[in-house]
Nanobody, 126 residues
Framework: QVQLVESGGGLAQAGGSLRLSCIPSGGSVAGYVMSWFRQAPGKEREFVAGISLTTGATHYPSSLKDRVTISRDKDKSTADLQMNNLKPGDTAVYYC???????????????????WGQGTQVTVSS
């Protein structure tokens, strides 16, 4: 069973940066899509960024594309999320997710993902 482990969360000041990492274990996610989602208290889970581990193609929501960058290590099947110019509204639990590649699946629909990490807390102070 694939497990995803996130790291790199913590406390940051507004205007600062954080880098999150997602490392899989227990199985292979080679060829998968890996994405980051976030969920703030009382809100729905929100898509942050996604990347194809095979091609490196990326996908971002328009609301975040200027401040976040997702990258991958193809050989290790890991995915990092770089977040810049952090805002208090970025405060949330950030989750790594992975799914098999399919044109029929959505980048941004959490229900289309097969595996999830436990999440890492990001708190941005003003």
């Amino acid at each position: 069973q694939v497990q995803l482990v996130e790291s790199g969360g913590g406390l940051a000041q507004a205007g600062g940066s954080l880098r999150l990492s997602c490392i899989p274990s227990g199985g292979s996610v080679a060829g998968y899509v890996m994405s980051w989602f976030r969920q703030a208290p009382g809100k729905e889970r929100e898509f942050v960024a996604g990347i194809s581990l095979t091609t490196g193609a990326t996908h971002y929501p328009s609301s975040l594309k200027d401040r976040v960058t997702i990258s991958r290590d193809k050989d290790k099947s890991t995915a990092d999320l770089q977040m810049n110019n952090l805002k208090p509204g970025d405060t949330a639990v950030y989750y790594c997710a992975a799914r098999r590649f399919s044109y029929a699946r959505s980048w941004s629909d959490p229900d289309d993902y097969d595996y999830w990490g436990q999440g890492t807390q990001v708190t941005v102070s003003s």
